[in-house]
């Protein structure tokens, strides 16, 4: 019975001894930096979507939602120095249900996401964190062919 509260102090301890070194930097040890930017699509920023940073040459990914046009990744779950590919989708606000809908009727046609395949599953846009920063990306998507 008294071991289960020495079990909670010590607990207690180890995580105070961690959150105290998270301001030296040594709870980072891949050095991960924040990353940051926006995102527009026809000039307009994208209003809501998801952006994912996958490395070129293996390790850590990551990505953020992004919400009016902005995405955010905090430094301890951000990337270490290196290139990735990235990759963006958009979410589309489901389509309203027209008057009179009934559980069971057919659904409406779900909008198509406007982010084009060159963005994503097709995606060669790339970017560098390094080691000095700012790591700030910004991304221009444009639908229409040129």
Same mark, same amino acid.
């Given at each position: 019975?008294?071991?289960?509260?020495?079990?909670?102090?010590?607990?207690?301890?180890l995580s105070t +001894? &961690?959150? +105290?070194?998270?301001?030296?930097?040594?709870? =980072?040890?891949?050095?991960? @930096?924040?990353?940051?930017?926006? *995102?527009?699509?026809?000039? *307009?920023?994208? +209003?809501?979507?998801?952006?994912?940073?996958?490395?070129?040459?293996?390790?850590?990914?990551?990505?953020?939602?992004?919400?009016?046009? @902005?995405?955010?990744?905090?430094?301890?779950?951000?990337?270490?120095?290196?290139?990735? !590919?990235?990759?963006? *989708?958009? =979410?589309?606000?489901? +389509?309203? &249900?027209?008057?009179? /809908?009934?559980?069971?009727?057919?659904?409406?046609?779900?909008? @198509?996401? !406007?982010?084009?395949?060159?963005?994503?599953? =097709?995606?060669? /846009?790339?970017?560098? *964190?390094?080691?000095?920063?700012?790591?700030?990306?910004?991304?221009?998507?444009?639908?229409?062919?040129?």
């Open positions: 019975m008294g071991m289960g509260i020495h079990r909670g102090w010590w607990i207690v301890l +001894a &961690l959150w +105290a070194q998270a301001g030296c930097g040594s709870s =980072n040890p891949l050095g991960r @930096k924040a990353i940051s930017g926006t *995102v527009t699509l026809d000039g *307009v920023p994208l +209003a809501s979507g998801s952006i994912e940073f996958t490395p070129l040459g293996g390790g850590v990914s990551s990505g953020a939602v992004i919400e009016s046009g @902005k995405y955010e990744i905090p430094a301890e779950s951000g990337l270490p120095p290196g290139k990735y !590919r990235v990759s963006i *989708v958009d =979410n589309p606000p489901a +389509a309203p &249900l027209p008057p009179g /809908h009934m559980p069971g009727d057919d659904l409406p046609p779900q909008p @198509k996401p !406007r982010v084009p395949p060159s963005w994503n599953q =097709n995606s060669t /846009h790339e970017i560098e *964190v390094t080691q000095q920063g700012p790591n700030r990306f910004d991304f221009s998507i444009s639908t229409k062919s040129r």
